[in-house]
């Protein structure tokens, strides 16, 4: 592995497992998640443009390699009308507050779920995130839109059961 | 900004770093990369059997008799390795390799640092100078040869969202490339091309790289390059735990058997190379409905996982293996097996056995002189056992 690569990896380790964590929401999966991408990105050094700020590339692959993470796996994951824990919360704080976001986060499709992150983990432009996704503006806007309307839509209902 | 895309963005922002597993991740991966250079090399090469069977040599290698050298003479002076040594002949980014056509097609990175790239050189097989050189673009892992062209395909693997089919003319005059589906594996039969992608099989037009109509659904989902089209002229497709059979003439499914192995290429006659665990096996698909003790043909015992099979055109077989129980850790060899040691019945690999130590092998190209050309992800070496 690159010299500049394997610094990158060793400080960054901590911040790219959490990002993972936050497209798969299970963080078990997240460390896997950030070896795939990055033994990609190892075989794919060579065409890292900027290989002392290989951040971007990095989690790039990291998104990519999640959907198709989960195109391996989708046929054997079941949809659920209610999602396990929510409910048990105390709304009085902000932090339970953002526990259950990103609870409610994990139920989205990946694909959804990976236009939230770019948007508001990384707070990328829509063109940004969908030079990253490969899809049109209107794809990242339409699936913003679902994404948000759905967490709302949790929340809601959390506070229904509360 | 309303409520809940503050919560969001304060709620991902916030998110916990978990408790790492992994005491040195960069070992983990430098570890498992090296690990899916071998994987990429083993499928590739299946490739290259397929091609050196169908073009260069004519097996006979399981009657133990020595196949006569037929194509790729390019009537050079052939300079002599020193017998056992392997030779260096290119490094700083090989990619990948396969023979045909006479000649050595080479994929690798280009030596300009401020722009980098990819190149398919045409080889000299006998004096490694290389004789013309093609761009292509990335993605592209594995290279093949059919139809009088270079074939090179990739990515569609998480790195990209789309894979890239590129084909490169000797001629010049119908040079193409086809984007958007992740091809993950070609085979050329009965003057047609044969790619992979998910699960389905496509006919692609050598001239345009469109793909045709021709398109066969499959039970289940295929494998990086699991693709064979044997001497004997049977189209087989790995699909999830089946081997599928194609009519090349139909383009449809005509025979399904249950075999979990991976391919690595022809073995001659109506023969596929795959593995049952620790065996290297050469097997009859078609076989396989009366019973595995029909199907199953030459058995070679291996000390470890089998990543790269190539016939050598003395008769005798190439193969990468893992030198050990453990393919996360154990090393790789490169070995050679003798018409003779075929010929004496389940073979297998032990300390007397020619081999090249350490080889994590990326292709394998038999040329039609006895020796193996070989990329490792780095360096293209030739091995003259």
């Given at each position: 592995m690159d010299a500049r690569l394997t610094d990158y990896v060793r400080g960054q380790w901590p911040s790219l497992v959490r990002y993972a964590t936050a497209l798969c929401g299970d963080a078990v999966e997240a460390e896997e998640l950030v070896q795939t991408a990055l033994v990609r990105v190892t075989l794919r050094w060579p065409f890292v443009r900027d290989k002392d700020d290989p951040g971007a590339y990095v989690k790039r692959a990291i998104v990519h390699a999640n959907i198709n993470r989960w195109r391996r796996v989708r046929s054997r994951e079941l949809p659920t009308e209610t999602l396990p824990d929510i409910g048990v919360a105390d709304r009085t704080s902000s932090v339970a507050d953002q526990d259950a976001v990103r609870r409610a986060l994990a139920s989205l499709p990946p694909r959804q779920r990976a236009v939230l992150v770019l948007r508001y983990l990384d707070d990328m432009s829509e063109q940004d995130a969908a030079n990253v996704l490969g899809c049109s503006v209107g794809t990242i806007k339409s699936q913003t839109h679902k994404g948000l309307t759905k967490l709302r839509a949790t929340f809601a209902m959390d506070e229904v059961m509360q | 900004m309303n409520d809940i895309e503050q919560l969001l963005r304060d709620s991902l922002h916030s998110t916990p770093t978990p408790p790492g597993r992994l005491t040195d991740p960069v070992a983990s991966i430098e570890r498992r990369a090296r690990r899916a250079r071998a994987f990429i090399a083993g499928a590739a090469v299946a490739v290259a059997a397929v091609l050196t069977a169908a073009i260069v040599v004519p097996l006979s290698m399981l009657q133990g008799t020595a196949a006569p050298a037929t194509g790729g003479v390019l009537g050079q002076p052939t300079p002599v390795p020193p017998s056992g040594q392997p030779q260096v002949w290119f490094t700083g980014g090989s990619v990948a390799m396969t023979s045909g056509g006479g000649s050595l097609w080479h994929l690798h990175r280009t030596p300009s640092t401020t722009k980098p790239g990819l190149e398919v050189d045409r080889v000299d097989p006998a004096t490694h100078d290389v004789e013309r050189t093609w761009d292509v673009q990335e993605p592209a892992d594995f290279i093949a040869y059919g139809l009088g062209m270079a074939w090179v395909w990739g990515g569609g693997d998480g790195g990209y969202p789309d894979g890239l089919l590129q084909a490169v003319d000797p001629t010049g005059t119908k040079s193409w490339s086809n984007s958007g589906k992740a091809f993950n594996g070609v085979a050329f039969l009965a003057g047609k091309a044969w790619a992979t992608t998910g699960s389905q099989v496509w006919v692609v037009d050598g001239t345009h790289g469109s793909e045709s109509s021709g398109v066969v659904v499959l039970p289940g989902a295929t494998t990086q390059n699991g693709i064979v089209a044997t001497q004997s002229g049977e189209l087989w497709v790995r699909a999830g735990k089946s081997w599928v059979r194609i009519d090349p003439t139909?383009?449809?499914?005509?025979?399904?058997?249950?075999?979990?192995?991976?391919?690595?290429?022809?073995?001659?006659?109506?023969?596929?190379?795959?593995?049952?665990?620790?065996?290297?096996?050469?097997?009859?698909?078609?076989?396989?409905?009366?019973?595995?003790?029909?199907?199953?043909?030459?058995?070679?015992?291996?000390?470890?996982?089998?990543?790269?099979?190539?016939?050598?055109?003395?008769?005798?077989?190439?193969?990468?293996?893992?030198?050990?129980?453990?393919?996360?850790?154990?090393?790789?060899?490169?070995?050679?097996?003798?018409?003779?040691?075929?010929?004496?019945?389940?073979?297998?690999?032990?300390?007397?056995?020619?081999?090249?130590?350490?080889?994590?092998?990326?292709?394998?190209?038999?040329?039609?002189?006895?020796?193996?050309?070989?990329?490792?992800?780095?360096?293209?070496?030739?091995?003259?056992?």
């Amino acid at each position: 592995m690159d010299a500049r690569l394997t610094d990158y990896v060793r400080g960054q380790w901590p911040s790219l497992v959490r990002y993972a964590t936050a497209l798969c929401g299970d963080a078990v999966e997240a460390e896997e998640l950030v070896q795939t991408a990055l033994v990609r990105v190892t075989l794919r050094w060579p065409f890292v443009r900027d290989k002392d700020d290989p951040g971007a590339y990095v989690k790039r692959a990291i998104v990519h390699a999640n959907i198709n993470r989960w195109r391996r796996v989708r046929s054997r994951e079941l949809p659920t009308e209610t999602l396990p824990d929510i409910g048990v919360a105390d709304r009085t704080s902000s932090v339970a507050d953002q526990d259950a976001v990103r609870r409610a986060l994990a139920s989205l499709p990946p694909r959804q779920r990976a236009v939230l992150v770019l948007r508001y983990l990384d707070d990328m432009s829509e063109q940004d995130a969908a030079n990253v996704l490969g899809c049109s503006v209107g794809t990242i806007k339409s699936q913003t839109h679902k994404g948000l309307t759905k967490l709302r839509a949790t929340f809601a209902m959390d506070e229904v059961m509360q | 900004m309303n409520d809940i895309e503050q919560l969001l963005r304060d709620s991902l922002h916030s998110t916990p770093t978990p408790p790492g597993r992994l005491t040195d991740p960069v070992a983990s991966i430098e570890r498992r990369a090296r690990r899916a250079r071998a994987f990429i090399a083993g499928a590739a090469v299946a490739v290259a059997a397929v091609l050196t069977a169908a073009i260069v040599v004519p097996l006979s290698m399981l009657q133990g008799t020595a196949a006569p050298a037929t194509g790729g003479v390019l009537g050079q002076p052939t300079p002599v390795p020193p017998s056992g040594q392997p030779q260096v002949w290119f490094t700083g980014g090989s990619v990948a390799m396969t023979s045909g056509g006479g000649s050595l097609w080479h994929l690798h990175r280009t030596p300009s640092t401020t722009k980098p790239g990819l190149e398919v050189d045409r080889v000299d097989p006998a004096t490694h100078d290389v004789e013309r050189t093609w761009d292509v673009q990335e993605p592209a892992d594995f290279i093949a040869y059919g139809l009088g062209m270079a074939w090179v395909w990739g990515g569609g693997d998480g790195g990209y969202p789309d894979g890239l089919l590129q084909a490169v003319d000797p001629t010049g005059t119908k040079s193409w490339s086809n984007s958007g589906k992740a091809f993950n594996g070609v085979a050329f039969l009965a003057g047609k091309a044969w790619a992979t992608t998910g699960s389905q099989v496509w006919v692609v037009d050598g001239t345009h790289g469109s793909e045709s109509s021709g398109v066969v659904v499959l039970p289940g989902a295929t494998t990086q390059n699991g693709i064979v089209a044997t001497q004997s002229g049977e189209l087989w497709v790995r699909a999830g735990k089946s081997w599928v059979r194609i009519d090349p003439t139909t383009d449809r499914v005509v025979d399904t058997v249950h075999w979990e192995g991976p391919m690595f290429g022809a073995a001659g006659g109506a023969q596929v190379w795959t593995s049952d665990g620790s065996r290297l096996v050469a097997i009859t698909p078609r076989f396989l409905h009366q019973g595995q003790s029909l199907a199953l043909g030459t058995r070679v015992v291996t000390r470890g996982l089998v990543e790269a099979v190539a016939p050598s055109s003395d008769g005798g077989l190439f193969l990468v293996a893992v030198d050990g129980a453990d393919p996360e850790n154990d090393p790789m060899n490169l070995y050679y097996l003798s018409p003779h040691a075929l010929a004496a019945g389940n073979p297998a690999i032990d300390d007397g056995t020619p081999h090249v130590a350490d080889v994590t092998a990326y292709q394998l190209a038999p040329d039609d002189r006895g020796g193996v050309d070989y990329t490792d992800g780095d360096a293209g070496t030739r091995w003259m056992p």
